[in-house]
């Protein structure tokens, strides 16, 4: 496969050691498992493939070689038995398939190849199957990897899809062992758990509205938790540290949310995260936090961290409604919610399936509830055609007056983030009625198609 080729991923001896590439052409499991982590990194990452007999120049068709390779991996694996072939790989194709589906969108496809991983291991076939640990180099810790590595990814898709969960954390539950020499991928891995532990079945119930058994005091205590879970002086290579910062920021404006359903919300709260406009304090350290980030260290992470990166625009939105002229606006040297807007539609933009994907939806929720900004974003994007809302007027026209600056992509000094929430634009007025946006559905993606076709030829 061309993907394995590339040294810029894995270094050769170890990606064959984890693939079983060996026993590809002798097989089948091998070669579905092969063909499905190919898929998975083509499907994730956008990698542009090169076929090395037309020579570097030629370039496959990323899309037609993507969904080649799904297709190859989903015949082959109508053909394995995932109780007899080794159940470890079973579990492993099954979520790489996950992977694949969620990079296309395609969620009824990715929720169930997702419940097929968590049930496979929830079986208790991996434990019975002797086999299976021949694949992994006998190496022990991998079972314990491979359930917390479930455990995030199901609870991540559970909140996203407000689905319920399979995989239980109790006393029997695999250890996370601490490594003897601690890498930056282990602390990483461990921090990026540490963030969903909190998210239980319990959690799930109220999120999804079967239990009303909630109080502001456990959603404050989930909320310190998970600012203490990714320590602030945490260093860390950019690749792990963009996965566990938009993570914590989004998971922040989940708990918001269910603050918001729950009725918790005040004008005078006792705890910030009960403040009508907590999300523009988590934008604003969403917006410091990718601005220390390289594009490569976020763009790996493909089209979930974009998701998520969209989630916290969309809240954003939906305040930003409720703040005045004034408040919408930059104050003297300090940036404003404007400002991490236009940030976040930068990052959308630029970030590889986020043109097509999100920036539709996020363009058709601004008309819809913020046109005055349209213009502004339109221009700080260097979009064509012109605007595609009713001229402004007058007061809003003042709204979204944009700097001369705008289009600069120099990351604005830390000197101008506040962290406090005395900002004019925290104190400003703040129209509550408008907070009943909050919520609302965000548009289909074919009506944002529809409604901006001309952007994206």
């Known amino acids: 496969m061309s993907v394995l080729k590339n040294p810029g991923y894995f270094e ?4 064959r050691r984890l693939l079983g590439v060996a026993l590809v052409d002798t097989c089948l499991s091998a070669y579905c498992f092969v063909t499905a982590f190919c898929a998975f990194v083509v499907t994730q990452t956008g ?6 007999s037309l020579g570097s120049s030629q370039v496959f068709c990323t899309e037609d070689y993507r969904n080649s390779l799904i297709e190859e991996a989903t015949e082959a694996r109508k053909h394995i038995d995932p109780f007899t072939d080794p159940v470890r790989r079973s579990i492993i194709i099954a979520f790489l398939l996950y992977g694949c589906h969620i990079g296309l969108g395609n969620q009824r496809h990715a929720y169930y190849f997702l419940r097929e991983s968590t049930t496979l291991y929830t079986a208790s076939a991996l434990e019975s199957q002797a086999s299976s640990a021949q694949v ?16 995030v990814s199901e609870r991540a898709h559970a909140i ?3 689905r ?5 954390v109790t006393p029997a539950s695999p250890q996370l062992e601490d490594d003897p020499l601690p890498n930056a991928s ?3 891995f461990r921090c990026l758990v540490n963030l969903y532990l909190p998210f239980d079945e319990a959690f799930l119930a109220q999120w999804n509205g079967t239990s009303a058994t909630c109080s502001i005091e456990s959603l404050v205590r989930l909320e310190e938790r998970i600012r203490s879970a990714v320590p602030a002086d945490l260093g860390l290579p950019d690749i792990l540290m963009a996965d566990l910062r938009v993570s914590q920021q989004w998971l922040r404006i989940m708990i918001w949310q269910l603050s918001t359903t729950a009725g918790f919300l005040s004008t005078k709260p006792t705890h910030e995260c009960m403040d009508f406009r907590y999300p523009l304090l988590i934008a604003q350290d969403l917006c410091f936090a990718t601005w220390k980030l390289s594009k490569q260290g976020m763009e790996t992470h493909g089209i979930g961290l974009i998701e998520k990166i969209f989630e916290v625009a969309c809240t954003l939105i939906d305040v930003m409604t409720c703040l005045s002229a004034a408040g919408l606006r930059s104050s003297g040297f300090k940036l404003g919610p404007q400002d991490y807007l236009k940030h976040f539609f930068s990052l959308i933009h630029d970030l590889p399936g986020g043109r097509r994907r999100f920036l539709p939806l996020l363009l058709t929720k601004i008309g819809q509830t913020l046109p005055s900004m349209v213009d502004p974003i339109t221009i700080h994007l260097n979009l064509q055609p012109g605007p595609l809302v009713p001229s402004s007027t007058s007061e809003e026209s003042s709204v979204c007056a944009i700097s001369e600056n705008d289009n600069s992509t120099e990351q604005p000094s830390t000197e101008l983030i ?12 703040f129209n509550y009625a ?19 076709s001309s952007y994206f030829p």
């Open 160 to 162: 996203r899809r407000h």
């Open 164 to 168: 319920p969960i399979t995989l239980q």
């Open 434 to 452: 408008e907070m009943s946006r909050i919520g609302a559905k965000t548009p289909e993606i074919d009506e944002a198609f529809l409604q901006y």
């Open 136 to 151: 992994d180099d006998d190496d022990p810790s991998l079972a314990g990897k491979l359930f917390w590595l479930l455990v």
């Open 418 to 429: 506040s962290d406090s929430m005395s900002e004019n634009w925290m104190n400003g007025n």
């Open 47 to 52: 990698f542009a493939v090169e076929h090395a």
């Open 186 to 188: 282990a602390i990483g």
């Open 12 to 15: 050769p001896g170890a990606c």
